[in-house]
């Protein structure tokens, strides 16, 4: 079974229990490629000069929230377009991605929300890049710029898909006509990995969210929210467990984990009820709303 989250553990994304975000969203689930290809407004083919990285604040929440953004800006030229809006041949383009950093609140792991793109590409990569509709464009047909440079946005969560064989006599500047990469999800396992990690990440914070709330002031409009963010983490779950079941390595893994996640929140709910009543956590509670968070941080956060 892979290790997933060895590697993402120690970042720091850390929830805060006691400003939850007021305008938070739950994580987006990967589109098919048929729904990248309909959804986006531009598709081209470009080759990856350069990745630059930057962290700010994030602008996703209220201003109370602490929390930061990465973002990347990548600089790519256009070797093929196969949607066109405004994106040309032999261009060079910026393309900007995010995901979410962290905050400086502690308290709690994990990170409630969209988790921005996956994968980033690296320099030299060959990226099919589906972009996402500015809101510049909504009553113009130009987007936005930086510096002499079209900026686009691909789709979330999944609307870069990196080519593993970058075809051969790529001309540096972009111009060389190549066959496009293989759109199919189920063959990029840096993206599968990386999915599973934004549920997991999601899933433990959610749990920590609602034992804070037992173990002090129960808040049913918060509660509510969460419990469709977690319909909706299930449902990406289980979208990629069908997608990949005759994948022996994820089909059983997204399954198991659809499972395990529904198992646990079935256990909440003793507890949950008990909260609703106006009772007061007893001892045995406490230490058994301790126990399933300790044993999902075990299980998730591996």
Sequence with gaps: MPKLLSQFFLIGL???????????????????????????EDIFVGKVFSVTETEAPSTRFDDKTEFKDRTYTITMGVIKVLKYKSVKVASQVKVQAWQPLGGNQSGLIGFVGPQGHVPIPMKGDIVTVYTAKHESDKNSDSNTKAG???VYVPLLPNGMVIQKDKGEDVDPHG????????????????TLQALSNASSFQFMATVALYKEMLLN????????????????????LSELSETHKDDKTWGPWFESRFSYQASVYEALQTYIAKKRKGEVMSAQDIAGL?????????KLGR
Excluded: C
């Design 217 to 236: 002031s129960w808040d049913e409009k918060t509660y509510r929210q969460f419990s469709y963010y977690h319909g909706l983490n299930q449902t990406a």
């Design 14 to 40: 850390l929830f805060p229990l006691v400003a939850i975000p007021t305008r938070a969203t739950a994580a987006i689930a990967p589109l098919s490629p048929a729904q990248l290809q309909d959804k986006a």
């Design 148 to 150: 002499n440079l079209m």
């Design 175 to 190: 111009t060389t006509q190549v066959t496009p990469p293989n759109t199919k999800f189920a063959a990029d396992t840096k």
């Design 290 to 298: 301790t126990q399933i968070q300790r044993e999902v941080t075990a």
